[in-house]
């Protein structure tokens, strides 16, 4: 894939409110799963049993964000005697043993058995608790233009979003953000969109992602099958195409920073294995004062918040003149820690995303230069990522955002 980044670039000084001194005004981490699917759209399980199962594997947050539509209504599902079917008799029996006789409602109609869907509000008063557990409102909008998709996920919305439709890829985007953003600042209500898996299908090359406006959220890591998250032979992976992203933005587009999130987009609850799009790959970890999904989303909009597919920390601090990460180690285990950036000086880029420090020091800790756009983290464990999807074999990892050293 051609990087298209002029060796010689007029810096636009944008040092003003970017510099991430992220405290968010909050101590309490939380991690949660973005990116979910239930029958409600195109998952192969009932959506309590998908809350359920990120209540019971130590999640705190949990987004259900289906194609093109909120879980609401009265909506009834077909009772299949296939048992290849996502919804069959052995599954309604399994939701009425976890959940009671009284939680599964089943009718017949002309001989035909037929399950109702649990709504929105339904699956939260059933498994909210508060300050363990929550469910957030979202909706992935599915666009596609000349078969290319263009998925949008918003977030803690309260109105189902349409489709907007646009004449190219880079209108369709905006059309579909911009509907988030009229939704957010008329409800006054803070609204995270996420540019979902822009290597799936090569959806989105880094510059087409570097030159998106409206929201600052894309997927470094999304965990269904497909998304080619490290790249192949012919296009960068997400990590590369970040800072091919952010040199663009922080330089010739005179954009804003782009904070990256891990993801499972689940879809497969039921068949497990790398071919699947299967829960617990990819999540956030969210620094908030509370756990609601206004502070949730306000702190992610901070960029208080990591990306993993498995390693934990026990903080990070971003100071002026440093960057500071501290790893929850495990046994037996061993860390490195890369600190990444683009370096200009003179006016001129030294390289996209170089490795400005590895260290395998924990706590470790980088202190700025000066002459950084920005600098990133990325944590890389000696622990392989078993629950990994076909092709992406590889270490468990943490993504932290970047940040823009203070100039002053
Ligand atoms: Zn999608
Ligand atoms: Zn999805």
Redesign the pocket.
């Given at each position: 894939m051609p990087r298209r980044i002029p060796r010689t670039v007029s810096i636009i000084l944008l040092f003003v409110a970017v510099t991430g001194c992220t405290s968010g005004g909050g101590e309490n981490w939380y991690k949660g799963n973005i990116?979910s699917?239930s029958i409600w759209s195109d998952g192969d399980a009932a959506p309590e049993h998908v809350a359920d199962w990120y209540k019971s594997n130590g999640y705190q947050f949990l987004v259900l964000?289906e194609?093109d539509l909120i879980a609401e209504g009265e909506r009834w599902f077909e009772i299949s005697i296939d048992r290849r079917s996502v919804l069959n008799d052995d599954r309604v029996e399994d939701l009425k043993t976890r959940f009671g006789e009284d939680w599964v409602t089943v009718r017949e109609i002309d001989g035909q058995q037929e399950m109702r869907l649990k709504t929105f509000e339904e699956i939260r008063n059933r498994f909210e608790a508060p300050g363990e557990f929550i469910l957030v409102k979202g909706e992935?909008i599915s666009e596609r233009f000349e078969r290319r998709p263009l998925?949008v996920s918003a977030l803690n919305l309260a109105e189902f979003i349409e489709r907007q439709g646009g004449e190219s890829r880079s209108s369709t985007m905006r059309n579909n953000l911009d509907a988030v953003l009229e939704q957010e600042s008329r409800l006054a209500r803070p609204i995270v969109a996420i540019v979902?898996h822009p290597n799936w299908t090569w959806a989105l090359t880094p510059q087409e992602l570097a030159a998106i406006e409206g929201t600052p959220f894309f997927e470094v890591y999304n965990g269904?099958a497909g998304c080619n998250n490290y790249g192949d032979e012919s296009h960068p992976g997400m990590d590369e195409a970040w800072d091919i992203a952010l040199t663009m933005r922080l330089t010739e587009l005179g954009l804003g920073l782009l904070y990256g999130v891990a993801a499972d987009?689940t879809h497969d609850y039921y068949t497990l294995g790398p071919t699947y799009s299967n829960p617990g790959r990819g999540w956030i970890t969210v620094r908030a004062r509370e756990l609601t999904p206004n502070a949730l989303m306000e702190a992610m909009k901070e960029g208080d918040f990591y990306a993993s597919t498995g390693v934990v920390l026990r903080d990070f601090r971003i100071s002026r003149s440093r960057y500071f990460v501290d790893i929850e180690e495990e046994e037996g285990i061993t860390y490195k820690t890369q600190f990444i950036g683009t370096r200009v000086i003179n006016g001129r880029v030294v390289q996209t995303g170089e490795v400005l420090l590895e260290t395998s020091q924990n706590p470790a800790t980088y202190r700025f230069s000066g002459d950084e756009l920005y600098v990133r983290v990325k944590v890389i464990s000696s622990k392989a990522h078993e629950n990994h999807v076909e092709g992406e074999e590889g270490p468990e990892i943490a993504w932290l955002q970047p940040a823009v050293p203070d100039k002053r």
């Amino acid at each position: 894939m051609p990087r298209r980044i002029p060796r010689t670039v007029s810096i636009i000084l944008l040092f003003v409110a970017v510099t991430g001194c992220t405290s968010g005004g909050g101590e309490n981490w939380y991690k949660g799963n973005i990116h979910s699917h239930s029958i409600w759209s195109d998952g192969d399980a009932a959506p309590e049993h998908v809350a359920d199962w990120y209540k019971s594997n130590g999640y705190q947050f949990l987004v259900l964000s289906e194609h093109d539509l909120i879980a609401e209504g009265e909506r009834w599902f077909e009772i299949s005697i296939d048992r290849r079917s996502v919804l069959n008799d052995d599954r309604v029996e399994d939701l009425k043993t976890r959940f009671g006789e009284d939680w599964v409602t089943v009718r017949e109609i002309d001989g035909q058995q037929e399950m109702r869907l649990k709504t929105f509000e339904e699956i939260r008063n059933r498994f909210e608790a508060p300050g363990e557990f929550i469910l957030v409102k979202g909706e992935e909008i599915s666009e596609r233009f000349e078969r290319r998709p263009l998925h949008v996920s918003a977030l803690n919305l309260a109105e189902f979003i349409e489709r907007q439709g646009g004449e190219s890829r880079s209108s369709t985007m905006r059309n579909n953000l911009d509907a988030v953003l009229e939704q957010e600042s008329r409800l006054a209500r803070p609204i995270v969109a996420i540019v979902n898996h822009p290597n799936w299908t090569w959806a989105l090359t880094p510059q087409e992602l570097a030159a998106i406006e409206g929201t600052p959220f894309f997927e470094v890591y999304n965990g269904s099958a497909g998304c080619n998250n490290y790249g192949d032979e012919s296009h960068p992976g997400m990590d590369e195409a970040w800072d091919i992203a952010l040199t663009m933005r922080l330089t010739e587009l005179g954009l804003g920073l782009l904070y990256g999130v891990a993801a499972d987009d689940t879809h497969d609850y039921y068949t497990l294995g790398p071919t699947y799009s299967n829960p617990g790959r990819g999540w956030i970890t969210v620094r908030a004062r509370e756990l609601t999904p206004n502070a949730l989303m306000e702190a992610m909009k901070e960029g208080d918040f990591y990306a993993s597919t498995g390693v934990v920390l026990r903080d990070f601090r971003i100071s002026r003149s440093r960057y500071f990460v501290d790893i929850e180690e495990e046994e037996g285990i061993t860390y490195k820690t890369q600190f990444i950036g683009t370096r200009v000086i003179n006016g001129r880029v030294v390289q996209t995303g170089e490795v400005l420090l590895e260290t395998s020091q924990n706590p470790a800790t980088y202190r700025f230069s000066g002459d950084e756009l920005y600098v990133r983290v990325k944590v890389i464990s000696s622990k392989a990522h078993e629950n990994h999807v076909e092709g992406e074999e590889g270490p468990e990892i943490a993504w932290l955002q970047p940040a823009v050293p203070d100039k002053r």
